[in-house]
């Protein structure tokens, strides 16, 4: 079975650029996540879909930030206008809730965003 | 405040010693889990717990939710095992919604 998917591993970016990560979760999952992990601390949720609906984005910078997921399948999250403060890892996790471990957590290699 | 406090924030092990990890809690937590996150930044999911206690081979998990705390203990440990450790809780008002501590980087010498 293949693992969550994200691209591109690595950007670079000046202040003001835009950029777009891509997530793939594992088949059958219909729950994604979007964590933003700035270096030396734990992933913080960004926002949540369950299916193609989006369940919680109370926490996502809704000025410069957007995720969307049209199919419940694939899911893209975009920083429009890239700030200094953006430079983190950003994650991508599915989880199945079915079965004894329902909410269990299955992440991808993440995205190290650099804004200069 | 942290609602998720994880201590200690560092540790240095010789090979096949024992360490504890421990999680504590500051909101209402129904399930809690863990993860290993690599030096290559991938995290790996340990355990999923409801109140109890699971064994994974060196690894041994505890959650107690009425004193509101979880622990990590690890056996003989491996080099293999270096990386940051993160616990996560599920709250009871947030449905499918993890909140992460900051993790403890354990280090493990030959």
């Known amino acids: 079975e293949a693992g969550v998917t994200q691209s591109p591993r690595y950007a670079v970016l000046q202040e003001g650029q835009a950029v777009s990560f891509w997530c793939d979760p594992i088949?059958?999952?219909?729950?994604l996540y979007w964590y933003q992990q700035p270096r030396d601390q734990g992933p913080q949720l960004l926002v949540y879909?369950?299916?193609?609906?989006?369940?919680?984005n109370s926490q996502l910078p809704s000025d410069r930030f957007s995720a969307v997921r049209p199919k419940g399948t694939n899911s893209t999250l975009k920083i429009q206008s890239a700030k200094q403060g953006d430079t983190a890892t950003y994650l991508c996790?599915?989880?199945?809730?079915?079965?004894?471990?329902?909410?269990?957590?299955?992440f991808g290699a993440g995205t190290r965003l650099s804004v200069l | 405040g942290d609602q998720v406090k994880q201590s200690p924030s560092a540790l240095s092990l010789q090979e096949g010693t024992n360490s504890a990890l421990r999680c504590n809690f500051s909101?209402?937590?129904?399930?809690v889990q863990w993860f290993l996150q690599n030096p290559r930044g991938s995290l790996m999911n340990l355990f999923y717990?409801?109140?109890g206690t699971k064994e994974n081979g060196r690894l041994k998990s505890t959650f107690n939710s009425k004193e509101s705390y979880s622990t990590l203990h690890i056996r003989d440990a491996q080099l293999e095992d270096s990386g940051t450790y993160f616990c996560?809780?599920?709250?009871?008002?947030?449905?499918?919604?993890?909140?992460f501590g900051k993790g403890t980087q354990l280090i493990i010498q030959p």
């Open positions: 996790a599915s989880s199945p809730r079915t079965g004894g471990s329902q909410n269990t957590l299955y």
């Open positions: 088949s059958g999952h219909d729950t």
């Open positions: 879909f369950r299916d193609e609906a989006v369940i919680d």
């Open positions: 909101i209402a937590t129904t399930t």
């Open positions: 717990l409801v109140p």
């Open positions: 996560a809780a599920e709250d009871t008002g947030g449905a499918d919604r993890l909140t």
